[in-house]
């Protein structure tokens, strides 16, 4: 997208600090940040790093337990039912603490 019009707008110097936080805080650049903003959207901050493997470790979890829950039920040991209801809330905790965390449209 070609942006050709330019807009000057002037802070003093706590509004200007205030923003460049609020900035470095998304990851985004000074004028992607102001451009969500203009959309009616909110900036989403940068997760912390922790999070990615916090999620990648709930989704291992899950996928573990759909395989024991293959295995047991093929055997006849389980409830089944239960069982893979408690996986999927696993999978639907991940996919939650994503979109919470990650939202595709932020940006």
């Given amino acids: ?3 050709t019009y330019e807009i000057k707008v002037r802070f003093n110097k706590e ?3 205030s923003l460049y936080k609020k900035v470095e805080k998304t990851g ?3 004028e992607q940040y102001i451009r969500t ?3 009616n959207k909110v900036p ?3 997760p912390p790093i922790d999070y ?3 999620i990648r470790e709930v989704r291992e979890l899950g996928n573990n ?3 024991i829950a293959y295995k047991v039920n093929s055997m006849g040991l389980l409830d089944t039912p239960f069982y893979r209801q408690n996986a999927e809330t696993i999978t639907e ?3 939650k603490l994503t979109a919470v965390c990650l939202p595709i449209d932020s940006v």
Avoid: G, H, P, T
Wanted: aromatic share 8%.
């Fill in 37 to 39: 903003l203009c959309k």
């Fill in 44 to 46: 989403v901050e940068i």
């Fill in 93 to 95: 905790l991940a996919d």
């Fill in 28 to 30: 985004m650049s000074r």
């Fill in 15 to 17: 509004e200007l600090q």
């Fill in 52 to 54: 990615f493997s916090l």
């Fill in 65 to 67: 337990m759909y395989q």
């Fill in 1 to 3: 997208m070609n942006r």
